[in-house]
């Protein structure tokens, strides 16, 4: 599937659906109804509901009045609008539709009723398009008189804001109905992918997934809500942390979706978390309900406010120990983006390397990076030459001996990261604080390779360190809370968001990230749907600031698969099997953007 090209110029089968009926007007239908009414159609919208029907109305004209005052429209132009759009509380009102769409909630005897009732109402050539997310497009075709005229047309919400609708066909869809659709939905300013019929399509069926997982790790304690929130946003740029996102689409949705999912594919992954039930049941839905992950003002209120799990002052045993000098080992980008960071935050920095030369060219990145600040004006040139004369460059963690915190920055490689740890045993002082920053390695194996295991810690630092804000602090079971509450403060000090987790495969943000970019490359292996599509679909439909097949390619597919195998190994779910066209890939040497080639082709530097 794909998108489909745009039909010629004299055909304009979009044309036709000039009259369009919104059958359920919850948000979502509400928000489909003002995107129609702006554009021109006229439309029909259907709720057996009086409150929803005065909601809807009300929606539109606040939202139009909204748009006069920021002179976006006139206010004759409101005026039109808002004639574009009666109302009606019974479904007979569609008889004059070119186009129906409906939305009214997940559950397929209520959809399989509206579609009933509708085939006995509306002329024969009109379409009909379920808002489903989570439902067989397939079975309700089938079960309606009309089958060829029934797709999917599923919109994001908010339907006004977001770009992405998802066209989806069936085995008994005519293609002049899914290129009608089509065109309306660019004629909307829209852009439509369209997609086979699977539960959760595209966008869903990879969104559901992490947010699944994200629950989950909440669950089992692992790290706090907060927390998990934080590092997706911070660690991966995301616009919402994943349980504040499920708190806004509804807990009990997500359940709904989620089971379909685990319905059809018995992927582990895609088993609702026992949390989602628990909440669900107690009617602890989200936002609207005023509590679900989180608490709010009130029902429907976004504004989240403090309850019995909200964390107070962390309890970290006390205050940490005093640092004022660290040493960062490594050459690479990580460790000089590190090392630039410590020294702005005015730490006297060793940057040690396996050679001088090492060392100084470690050093002249940092240079290179503080003038590109200098010319951007956010760095003056006294700053620079101040934080550049704090960082002296090492041939030998010899160097190391008076730092009050060391940090390795080396190859992602088990058995070099324990050598280091037992020279960095030898040479530092007692109470120095050993630091990792290990993405995928257990911390407590380079703890083991000292004799001070109680002052060994993780500090994943995301790239590049000088810009990223997330530092996911990894504790191990021999951790001293003492040495944890240092690397808390010395976060703090260089304007870091330190996030607590444990020491286990991925900590928070790689073990989100990483399946979730393992199913996108099953979704292309399967032929469900073209790299483009999936990119398209999670930046415009889930608001990811990139796809995930250009994130493969910046990350490396080689480092991607070598997370993904420690990811599997760790939690042994066959979910979690690294896609073999991610493997194949590796073997044939196409690693992404670093090689030229990956999941796509770029031009050679």
């Not at 050993?434 to 295991?453: D, E, G, H, K, M």
């Amino acid at each position: 599937m794909g998108r489909l090209p745009s039909p010629e110029p004299s055909s304009s089968p979009a044309s036709a659906l000039r009259t369009v009926a919104v059958v359920g007007l919850g948000t979502m239908g509400a928000g489909i109804a003002e995107v129609l009414a702006r554009a021109g159609h006229q439309v029909i919208g259907i709720d057996v509901s009086a409150d929803a029907v005065r909601q809807a109305v009300a929606a539109l004209e606040s939202s139009t009045a909204r748009a006069v005052r920021r002179e976006r429209i006139t206010e004759r132009e409101r005026g039109e609008v808002l004639a574009r759009f009666r109302t009606s509380l019974e479904l007979s009102a569609a008889s004059d539709a070119d186009l129906v769409i409906e939305v009214v909630p997940e559950d397929y005897a209520l959809k399989h009723e509206v579609f009933s009732a509708l085939d006995a109402v509306v002329r024969p050539d009109t379409i009909l398009a379920t808002g489903t997310n989570a439902l067989s497009v397939t079975r309700l075709a089938a079960d309606s008189a009309r089958p060829e005229r029934v797709l999917g047309l599923h919109f994001f919400n908010p339907a006004p804001a977001m770009k992405l609708v998802e066209v989806v066909s069936s085995v008994l869809t005519a293609p002049a109905a899914v290129a009608a659709v089509t065109e309306l939905a660019r004629a909307l300013g829209k852009e439509p992918v369209a997609v086979g019929d699977r539960p959760g399509f595209v966008a869903d069926g990879l969104l559901f997934g992490y947010l699944n997982q994200a629950a989950a790790m909440y669950e089992s304690k692992y790290a706090t809500r907060e927390d998990i929130d934080a590092a997706m946003k911070l660690g991966c740029g995301l616009p919402m942390g994943p349980l504040a996102l499920l708190d806004l689409i509804g807990v009990d949705t997500a359940r709904t979706v989620l089971e379909a999912m685990y319905a059809e594919s018995r992927d582990r992954l895609h088993a609702p978390a026992p949390i989602l039930g628990q909440l669900s049941e107690a009617g602890l839905t989200g936002r609207k309900a005023g509590r679900g992950f989180y608490t709010y003002a009130g029902a429907g209120s976004a504004e989240v406010v403090p309850d019995d799990r909200t964390p107070g002052a962390r309890q970290a045993g006390g205050a940490g120990r005093t640092v004022r000098s660290v040493g960062v080992a490594g050459s690479g980008t990580m460790a000089s983006g590190i090392a630039e960071v410590f020294a702005k935050a005015g730490y006297a920095v060793v940057l040690a390397a396996r050679s001088a030369e090492k060392a100084e060219r470690a050093k002249a990145r940092i240079a290179k990076s503080l003038e590109r600040s200098v010319a951007k004006g956010r760095l003056t040139a006294e700053a620079r030459d101040e934080t550049l004369a704090r960082v002296t460059p090492a041939a030998s963690l010899d160097a190391f001996a008076e730092v009050d915190l060391a940090v390795e920055a080396v190859a992602e490689d088990l058995a070099v990261k324990q050598q280091l740890f037992g020279t960095l045993d030898k040479v530092c002082k007692p109470g120095a604080v050993l630091a990792t920053t290990t993405s995928s390695l257990p911390v407590i194996a380079c703890a083991r390779a000292t004799s001070r295991p109680q002052d060994v810690i993780g500090m994943h630092f995301f790239n590049p360190a000088p810009a990223m804000k997330l530092v996911e602090v990894v504790r191990t079971v021999l951790t001293s809370d003492e040495v944890h509450a240092t690397v808390r403060e010395v976060c703090a000090t260089v304007r870091k968001h330190p996030v607590d987790c444990g020491d286990r495969a991925g900590f928070i943000v790689n073990a989100l990230l990483f399946p979730y970019l393992n199913n996108a490359v099953k979704m292309v292996q399967e032929h469900y749907a073209s790299l483009d599509d999936i990119d398209a679909a999670m930046k415009l439909g889930g608001g990811y600031p990139m796809g995930p097949f250009e994130l493969l390619d910046v990350v490396g597919l080689d480092v991607s698969l070598a997370i993904e195998k420690v990811l599997h190994r760790e939690f042994r779910d066959p979910g979690l099997a690294p896609a073999p066209l991610l493997e194949h890939l590796v073997a044939a040497g196409c690693l992404g953007r670093k090689t030229g080639r990956g999941f796509r082709e770029y031009a050679k530097a």
